[in-house]
């Protein structure tokens, strides 16, 4: 059965110096939490700290991007074995701000996680809708093209370890959250998608996030819709008693 991750996305936020008060606070406060899996997903140069910080708790490192090359001539990239090497377990592939402001696209998110599952790590894939495409109505289409092509030539054993994150764009550091409806509805197509793609049993072992404003208050809601498998977590994930309750949510679900 899959698991329940909740995974904060530190963004370029946190200096290395404030990064092992950060990862300890979290893995401290949620240490007694066994239905939920934890990650901190940092800025690269602040993993080693964090890997290190977390070594020994239940807390997984992750990064927030990764080349899709193993090694080569590309000047201020990072690649997923280097990842791994450095202890992460996660990377974020295709974030929308990756995808607005680093010209990443369908295509090279796909090549993205193909390299991080060949390297071992858990692509946590991030897909969502801008408002106009809400408002065209054309959600559900979209993210269906976004997941098969995010997923396109890989085989099921390894696809059934990826991590998928519903993050609509108008609702990522708006402080604008989709409601539990709207993140269950998109959530539940992403799982009939995987379905489609790979049957019923893959579609099962697939974490589905929501990400987008999850907070303390709206975090349980979200969390009791039956897709949604845990959260993305942005802005929230810097303050640690707001994050430790986003994991409780989780816990109890
Ligand atoms: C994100 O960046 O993945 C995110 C969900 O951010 P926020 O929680 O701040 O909306």
Same mark, same amino acid.
């Not at 899709?68 to 000047?75: D, L």
């Not at 402001?101 to 696209?105: I, P, Q």
């Not at 942005?234 to 810097?238: F, I, K, T, V």
């Given at each position: 059965m899959r698991k329940k991750i909740i995974a904060g !996305?530190? %963004?370029? !936020? $946190? %200096?290395p110096s404030e990064t092992a008060a950060l990862v300890k606070a979290v893995a401290e406060a949620t240490k007694?939490?066994? #239905?939920v899996e934890v990650a901190c997903c940092t800025p690269a140069i602040d993993i080693p700290v964090a890997v290190a910080a977390a070594e020994g708790t239940h807390v997984g490192i992750g990064a927030e991007n990764a080349h899709?090359?193993?090694?080569?001539? &590309?000047?201020g990239e990072i690649s997923t074995g280097m990842l791994l090497d450095a202890g992460a377990k996660y990377v974020i592939i295709g974030h929308s701000e990756r995808r607005q402001? &680093? #010209?990443?696209?369908d295509f090279t998110v796909n090549k993205k996680v193909h390299a991080a599952v060949n390297a071992g790590l858990i692509p946590i894939i991030c897909v969502g809708e801008s408002l106009e495409q809400r408002e065209l109505g054309v959600t559900m289409d979209l993210i269906a093209y976004q997941v098969k092509c995010a997923l396109a030539n890989l085989p099921a054993e390894k696809a059934r370890h990826v991590v998928i994150a519903y993050e609509p764009l108008w609702a990522i550091g708006t402080g604008k959250t989709a409601t539990a409806e709207q993140a269950g509805e998109v959530c539940q197509e992403i799982r009939t998608v995987i379905r489609k793609l790979y049957g019923a049993h893959v579609a099962r072992s697939v974490t589905i996030q929501y990400g987008g404003s999850m907070n303390a208050k709206n975090a349980a809601e979200l969390l009791a819709?039956?897709? $949604?498998?845990?959260g993305l977590i942005?802005?929230?994930?810097?303050k640690p008693a707001d994050f430790v309750q986003i994991i409780s949510a989780a816990n109890q679900e």
């Open positions: !996305n530190w %963004k370029m !936020n $946190v %200096k007694a939490y066994t #239905n899709w090359e193993a090694s080569g001539a &590309y000047t402001y &680093y #010209n990443e696209t819709q039956p897709d $949604v498998d845990g942005g802005g929230a994930s810097l």
